[in-house]
C-alpha cells in the first residue's frame, strides 16, 4: 500500500529521461517547505499508483502527482500543481491553471512525446545522492 505524509505529495517521473530527471532536481532545488516526495514511474509504488488509477502509460507517461487527499493529478495539470507550492517567480506558472487541461496538455503531450529525442534517455532510473536519498521512497 502506498505510505506517504499526509502533509506530502508524491512526485513519479519517468526515471530513465533525462529531462524529468533534471525536472526533479529543480523542484528539489526549489521546494522550499518539503512538500513533495519522489519516485520513478518504473519503481514498485509508481506502478501501485498506476494500477489504482488504472492510468494507459501509453498516454500518460511522464510525470504525475499524487497526494493522499487530492488523489492524482496528470501532465500539465500536475505539472502547475507542482509549481503552484515551490519559490517564488515559479510558483507564478500557476496562473496557467485557468487554461483548461485539454489546451495545456498539447503543448505538454508535445515536449513529452519528443523528450527522448531532445533531451536523451538513461539506461537505468537515477539513484539519488545519499543527501537526497530521503525525498525519494524507492
Not at 13 to 29: A, E, H, M, R, W
Request: proline share 5%; with cysteine; net charge positive.
Amino acid at each position: 500500500m502506498i505510505q506517504l505524509p499526509s502533509n506530502k505529495s508524491l512526485i513519479l517521473f519517468d526515471g530513465v529521461c533525462n529531462l524529468c530527471n533534471t525536472s526533479v532536481l529543480y523542484v528539489i532545488k526549489h521546494d522550499k517547505h518539503s512538500k513533495f516526495m519522489f519516485a520513478p514511474l518504473q519503481s514498485n509504488i509508481g506502478q501501485q499508483i498506476i494500477a489504482k488509477y488504472n492510468l494507459d502509460t501509453s498516454k500518460t507517461d511522464s510525470i504525475l502527482l499524487y497526494s493522499p487527499n487530492k488523489g492524482l493529478k496528470v501532465k500539465s495539470t500536475a505539472a502547475l500543481h507542482i509549481a503552484k507550492h515551490l519559490s517564488f517567480p515559479n510558483n507564478l506558472l500557476s496562473i496557467f491553471l485557468i487554461v483548461p487541461a485539454f489546451i495545456s496538455n498539447l503543448v505538454y503531450d508535445f515536449i513529452a512525446k519528443n523528450r527522448y529525442k531532445w533531451y536523451g534517455k538513461k539506461e537505468s532510473c537515477m539513484i539519488p545522492t545519499p543527501e537526497l536519498k530521503a525525498k525519494f521512497l524507492e
